[in-house]
């Protein structure tokens, strides 16, 4: 499970164009059993870019024990690696958002002592 949720986790499932990963939360994830299922959506109309998405398949991803299996899966389901320069953009805004969390944080935290002035 850990390589599953570093594929999850650090990008790599997102290198892949039209790819967004979610997690569930609190009772969703108990009734899927805390399995990792990806769910593939394909536009209403069958064409890229529709208005909007309907459920077409799901696979459960702790299925699979390897990144290179979990790669294979993506190009299988016909998802397509996405560039050098947008792998390198979504890393940039994912250290962007996970700084702007951080600090968000540390101000939340910050020593409250309860002193007035």
């Given at each position: 499970m850990?390589?599953?949720k570093s594929f999850l986790k650090d990008g790599e499932a997102e290198s892949y164009r039209n790819v967004q990963v979610k997690f569930p939360e609190g009772r969703k994830a108990f009734h899927l059993g805390g399995k990792a299922?990806?769910?593939i959506y394909q536009s209403d109309d069958g064409e890229e870019?529709?208005?909007g998405?309907?459920?077409k398949e799901k696979v459960v991803l702790s299925d699979y024990?390897?990144?290179?299996?979990m790669h294979a899966l993506m190009v299988e389901k016909g998802f397509q690696l996405k560039?050098?320069?947008e792998i390198e953009a979504m890393q940039q805004q994912m250290k962007d958002e996970e700084d702007?969390?951080?600090s968000d944080d540390e101000s939340s935290s910050s020593d409250d002592s309860g002193d007035e002035l």
């Open positions: 850990p390589i599953l299922i990806m769910t870019g529709g208005e998405w309907v459920e024990e390897t990144k290179e299996e560039t050098p320069e702007h969390s951080s």
